[in-house]
Each structure stands twice: as C-alpha cells, then as structure tokens.
C-alpha cells in the first residue's frame, strides 16, 4: 500500500483514480484481514494474548494512518481539479456589459465553506486516531503494571537478591521515559500531519 501510494504524486490524470482504487481495496482487505487476526488473537494463550492484540492494534492505527493519507490525498486532487475546472470556464467565457439585473456571487463562499467541513472532518480524524492511540497506550500501562506486579511477586517467591529488584524496578522507571518518550513523539507527528496535510 505504501508503494502504491507513493506512485499517487507521479500519476498522471488518467491512472491516478486507477491507482486510487487499487489502494483502497488492498486497505478494505487489511481491514478484513486485521478483524480475523482480531478473533485469532482472542484466542492466543493467556501469557500470548495481550501482546497478539497489542499488535493488532498498532496495525490497525497505521492502516486507519493510510486511509487519512488517502482521504487527504483524493480532496487536494479534488480541489486541483475543481480549479482547473473553473480556471478553464473562466478562459472561455465571454464577458458582456451589465445588464440591469445584480447578481451576488456566492461560489467562492460556498467552496470556502466546503473547504472549512472537510478540515473539520480531517482534524476530528486526527482526534480520535489520537484518542485511540491514548487508548492503547492507558492499555499498555496498565499491562505494564501488572506485569511488573507479577514479576516482583515471582522474585520474592524465588528469593531474588535485592540487588536483581533494583535493577527491574530500574528498568520500569526506564520503560516508563519510553513510554512517555512515544507519547510525545506521536504527539508531534500528529501535529505535523495537521499542519501539512490539511
């Protein structure tokens, strides 16, 4: 899908909805592959299970990542072609004096309307990939816990020095800097996916 959509920009007029096309169905087949992976996951052995789903869920952010790409993608083209459109009418019209009637244009106000509803729609995209991605990540933290929860009570159990504990604990609070280290790099990639994709 990546290779296809970098063969979007070179397209010429013609192709490019043919490309377009193949893209979105190699998407709608990921998105029906990732709802199997989904039930097969569901059945993954307990100590299995919430790293399957972990997975699938990043898969599915960097698939819904793709349909936003496309989506922008086909609305610049759309409005590339809407100029052309209008810039073409424009060259061929012929212009005559004033009648006695008074027209009020209103085109430009109801494309900049139009263009205002599909940021809207675009920036309420962003937030709930966003939204889903703090999902995942409150999800992650919680696995986080428990799993450290579990491996503590397993190092008592097992008479672990405390020197092997500091270290676990150390890597914990390590984990956690990463953790906070991607929620800030996820933060900024959104940001420049507003800024310049929309």
């Known amino acids: 899908v990546q290779s296809y959509m ?12 043919l490309v377009e ?5 190699r998407i709608d087949n990921i998105f029906s592959n990732l709802e199997r992976l989904e039930i097969l996951s569901s059945k993954e052995p307990p100590n299995k299970r919430q790293n399957a789903k972990l997975r699938v869920d990043q898969l599915k952010y960097d698939v819904q990542h793709l349909q936003t790409a496309l989506r ?19 060259l061929a019209r012929t212009f005559t004096t ?18 205002l509803q599909s940021a809207h729609r675009g920036m309420d995209e962003l937030i709930g990939s966003g ?11 919680v696995t986080l816990k428990g799993t450290h ?29 990463l953790m906070l280290g991607g929620m800030a790099v996820t933060c900024l990639i959104m940001f420049l996916v507003v800024q310049y994709l929309t």
């Open 6 to 17: 970098g063969r979007l920009e070179t397209s010429d007029k013609e192709s490019v909805h």
């Open 72 to 90: 922008n993608f086909q609305h610049r083209r759309y409005l590339r072609e809407q100029q052309e459109r209008q810039r073409e009418e424009l």
């Open 21 to 25: 096309n193949e893209i979105q169905a």
């Open 149 to 177: 929860k579990k491996i503590l009570d397993v190092a008592n159990m097992l008479g672990l020095s405390n020197t092997v504990m500091r270290l676990i604990e150390k890597r914990a609070f390590q984990d956690k800097f």
């Open 98 to 115: 004033n009648d006695s009637d008074t027209t009020i244009p209103i085109d430009e106000t109801l494309q900049f309307n139009e263009s």
């Open 131 to 141: 939204t889903n991605i703090l999902q995942g990540l409150r999800d992650q933290r």
